[in-house]
């Protein structure tokens, strides 16, 4: 089955940006979405199609995605971005649904 | 505007049933895929099955596969989820999710419900 990796953690000074990384074999070859999910809440769409932005979600979050690696990028992060960020992808040869394990982001 | 309220969640013992269901407004829910999401506590998401707008087409991750079945009332904009031989890994929070494309299910989840939790304990 296919499995995408993202690292445990990130920690973040404010106004700094951030990059949560989601690894899988031939990512580049999928479109990505992300979610973040702050404690207690349901999860929220921030990215999709590798680099979409629902309407709502601030300019601040874009994304990229080539090779085996996909990432999440926010500019000039704040504290009210600190959440666990999970990447998502189709496997077309399973017809699954995958979640990356989570990227908990401290804002320092 | 788009709103999705889960409910049918309890505790229920190892081998029992729960069926969940998902009420749904403010968007024509014939057209578009529905998912279901669960989240084990301290856990991350995962995915456990996907419906298409007109129920013709279903898909399960493989540990529900037999025993979850998917199913929608498109007349009450209501999605459902059986669920048989519940396991005490089958606890989690289940959201509902509906999908961001019309017709064609993309797995983008645009909009999510708050979730209702299932307990499988003796």
């Known amino acids: 089955s296919y499995v995408l990796t993202q690292p445990p953690s990130l920690s973040v000074a404010p106004g700094r940006t951030a990059r949560i990384t989601c690894g899988g074999n031939?990512?580049?070859?999928?479109?990505v979405a992300w979610y973040q999910q702050k404690p207690g809440q349901a999860p929220v769409l921030v990215i999709y199609?590798?680099?979409d932005r629902p309407s709502g979600i601030s300019e601040r979050f874009s994304g990229s995605n080539s090779g085996n690696t996909a990432t999440l990028i926010i500019s000039r992060v704040e504290a009210g971005d600190e959440a666990e960020y999970y990447c998502?992808?189709?496997?077309?040869?399973?017809?699954?649904?995958?979640f990356g394990g989570g990227t908990e982001l401290t804002v320092l | 505007e788009v709103q999705l309220v889960e409910s049918g969640g309890g505790l229920v013992q190892p081998g029992g049933s729960l069926r969940l269901s998902c009420t749904v407004s403010?968007?024509?829910?014939?057209?578009?895929?529905m998912t279901w999401v669960r989240q084990a506590p301290g856990k991350g998401l995962e995915w456990v099955s996907t419906?298409?707008?007109?129920?013709?087409?279903?898909y399960y991750r493989d540990s529900v596969k037999g025993r979850f079945t998917v199913s929608r009332d498109n007349s009450k904009n209501t999605l459902f989820l059986q669920m048989n031989s519940l396991r005490a890994e089958d606890s989690a929070i289940y959201y509902c999710?509906?999908?961001?494309?019309?017709?064609?299910?993309?797995?983008?989840?645009?909009?999510w419900g708050k979730g209702t939790t299932v307990t499988v304990s003796s």
């Open positions: 031939n990512i580049g070859g999928k479109s």
């Open positions: 419906l298409t707008g007109t129920g013709d087409n279903t």
């Open positions: 999710a509906k999908d961001l494309v019309a017709i064609t299910p993309s797995g983008i989840l645009d909009v």
């Open positions: 403010g968007f024509r829910f014939s057209t578009y895929a």
């Open positions: 998502h992808v189709w496997d077309r040869g399973s017809d699954h649904w995958v």
């Open positions: 199609y590798d680099d």
